[in-house]
């Protein structure tokens, strides 16, 4: 499920959103993006962070390099080349998401900087 919403968010298209709990819960916390909220709760808060987050950037383009399964969590490694407002030097990031699913929706998003912060959160690392 988290594959093909991501999938089809890279696509550009909107129906993403409906892989989305309406109560998702979402933590910024441990890779905070300067300037923005850590974290909150339902998928209107969501989609207003992710707005806000993009409109910083001139032009952003995400790789969703490899997808974990670890049972109800999903983690995700994400390749981001971000070019700023003013700016025509690319920002290479790399990161990590886990997803939380249940009922066949994403309940939880929490964002970290390494692939080992996300693996350990969703219980596959010590």
Known sequence: MI????????RGEDTW???MDAEIEWDNSAY??????LRGTGRESFLRFLSRYFATWRRYEATFEELIDAGDDVV???DETIRARGSDAPIER???QV????YG??????AYRT?????EAAGLQE
Do not use: C, F, N, Q
């Open 76 to 78: 995700a490694i994400v």
């Open 115 to 119: 692939k080992d912060e996300a693996l």
């Open 105 to 110: 929706r994403a309940v939880r998003y929490r």
């Open 17 to 19: 959103v409906e892989a």
């Open 94 to 96: 790399h990161s990590a």
């Open 3 to 10: 594959r093909a919403a991501l999938e089809v968010w890279g």
């Open 99 to 102: 997803w939380t699913v249940r």
């Open 32 to 37: 905070p993006p300067v300037g923005m909220p």
